[in-house]
């Protein structure tokens, strides 16, 4: 009796009233060696298996332990490479994270956006250019004055010469006093990590408002 059709006959016989014992019908490495000893069980004494069918199915046998044995093992290999990402992440809370653009978009007429402030701020501008690198808009930070840490902002999409400009990408960067009188610059895209949280077993790291992937973040420092 060949293996095919004892497989065929145990699959047939694996329910138990009506319960299956092996309801995803997968042959492991035991069901393997079953099969084989009912198969030798079963074999007709005029035509006994010969040895080189015997040592085939053997080693087909030690091919099926070996691939459980290496499945096992990546398993527990995902395993632990999951929890250093956990742990990495962790670690990364209080680290400077950079998202690798100072562009933000306006979209209708309207961009809306966060820049971190490490140090207090005196007096200073924000910056804001096209794509060509030309300044479009300078915004001044006297509301800001006294401020630090990350802080909101929005743009209407008007230049300095009251042009309403088209939706896009615009850079935002900003040179600043701080109160000790020394130059400071800072731009969008760059934020203290200030959490983690996880979804669906992901981490996702809050910088400013939002929380983001660690595949979205390009640099830690």
């Avoid at 309403?164 to 960067?173: A, Q, T």
């Amino acid at each position: 009796m060949a293996i095919s059709q004892i497989t065929s006959t145990a699959t047939q016989a694996s329910t138990t009233n009506g319960v299956w014992e092996n309801p995803n019908g997968v042959l492991d490495k035991d069901s393997f060696m079953k099969l084989l000893l009912v198969e030798l069980q079963h074999q007709d004494p005029t035509e006994p298996m010969d040895s080189e069918k015997i040592l085939s199915q053997t080693s087909q046998l030690a091919t099926l332990e070996s691939a459980a044995n290496t499945n096992k093992t990546m398993e527990e290999l995902v395993a632990k490479l999951n929890a250093n990402m956990d742990m990495g992440a962790i670690g990364a809370i209080g680290k400077m994270a950079s998202l690798g653009s100072n562009a933000v978009t306006l979209q209708d007429g309207l961009a809306k956006f966060e820049i971190y402030f490490q140090e207090e701020i005196k007096s200073g501008t924000l910056r804001i250019e096209d794509r060509n690198g030309n300044l479009v808009k300078t915004v001044s930070l006297e509301e800001q004055a006294g401020k630090s840490g990350v802080l909101a902002f929005q743009w209407d999409g008007y230049s300095n010469d009251g042009t309403l400009l088209d939706d896009g990408y615009y850079s935002v960067k900003s040179e600043y006093l701080d109160v000790n009188n020394k130059q400071q610059t800072t731009q969008f895209g760059i934020y203290p990590i200030e959490s983690v949280k996880y979804e669906d077993g992901r981490p996702l790291m809050k910088l400013g408002s939002s929380y983001v992937t660690m595949e979205n973040i390009v640099e830690f420092f």
